[in-house]
């Protein structure tokens, strides 16, 4: 293993000599037997632009740099985050994608992939990114702070050096989703049998049929393949099929989920836990039954405005999402941190929910919206109106009202010395190579050049 890790440094450092030469693409740095290419970073600086402080060719590196050191290290704890974590985060940015593009061949267009193919390239970068936070998040859970800790350090803190609470919102939703006609449902399931006769009668693998057609980005190239899971991990629909499953040749009958159609075929079981591989087919949701679903909800809010009905019953008896519609249509913000509350940063609400915030941004504290369209949490085009419940304007924090947030902001300073000590013992014990020519910079963290 280290006479392989040796040549590979060396292949590496060779690229980085060849890279001198005016070539297409170079490594620009090794950490470990990872390299980091200019395409890589190029790629990020397109996409981020602005959002960058400082110079992009000395910050990206270094955050891939950082982010390879997380991943190693996620691989040696067993650290990773769930299919359903990545592919949340993926259909959001997907779909915010094609509404800046105008449609989706236009996506398709600009991008010069194909639809699956830049579902797998987001899957991939969410995938990093998500796993590097929890590695992050596993190294810096044993940091807690006590209330005499907050307040001690705060307490000599002047009024303008205070945290600054950006503006929040509490929202409350009440959703449609547009009917899918019969046919559809048919044609989806029709695709379904098809792929099920051709796994059974040999003559395409369940796994190609699963890379070729199969809607879900995060297992579809693996050959529909997902991580061993208990069954309350699962959507109930998917999970009830799936664990009625005994013969690993066999695929299931078609499961319904809340992220569509599915058929399943069963790898292994160990104890309470089972892998499969699955095909997920959505059903397309045409313009009428769109415009079907804004006729009705433009008459809900007619009512509601004329005080016929309120926004809590009327999410009551008529709301399709199940999230909002046993709290009074209240949406709720799951935190990274395990924090629930009902608030809203407007950056928060923009990165779940891009076409709500835009709406709620234009909205007065107790105004209901016009209907308009929205793609949920599962990657579904629903309908919506929205109600602004309340809104906190941007204020210093305080610690009557804010303590939750400066108490955060100490656990942050505290698990930053955690991390920093931690970057820094890696750098040593990492094999590190920077081209000379990417050299000239002020890191963050100090230690990567030798």
Known sequence: MKRYTLCLFAVLCSLL???????????VWVVGDEAILRSDIERRRLEYGSQIKGNPYCVIPEQLALQKLFLHQAVIDSVSVTDTEINQYVEQDYNEKIMLAGSKEKLEEYMKMSSLQIREELYDQYKNELTARSMREQLTKSVKVTPAEVRR?????????????????????????????????????????????????????????????????????????????????????????????????????????????????????????????HILKRPEVAQADIDSALVILDSITKDIRSEKISFEDAVRYASDDKDTRNNRGILSNNKETGETTTRFEMSELSAFYPELARVVETLEVGEISKPFTMINLKGKTVCAIARLKSRTLTHRANITEDFQVMKGVVEAKKGEEVIRKWIQDKQKSTYIRINPDWRDCEFQYEGWIK
């Open 153 to 277: 350090y705060f307490k000599d803190i002047p009024e303008d050096s205070l945290p600054l609470i950006p503006t929040q919102v509490e929202v409350q939703l009440l959703v449609l989703e547009p009917r899918i006609p019969q046919s559809e449902i048919d044609r989806i399931k029709g695709l379904l049998r098809e792929y099920t006769e051709r796994v059974n009668n040999g003559s395409t693998s369940f796994a190609t049929l699963a890379r070729l057609y199969s809607e879900d980005p995060g297992s579809a190239r693996q050959g529909g393949e997902m991580p061993y899971m208990g069954k309350g991990e699962l959507d109930p629909g998917f999970a009830n099929v799936a664990f009625s499953l005994t013969d690993t040749k066999k695929v299931s009958k078609i499961a319904q989920s809340e992220f569509g159609f599915h058929i399943i075929q069963l790898i292994d079981k160990r104890g309470d836990k089972m892998k499969c591989r």
């Open 17 to 27: 000599s060849v890279a001198q030469k005016n070539v297409i693409d170079e490594v």
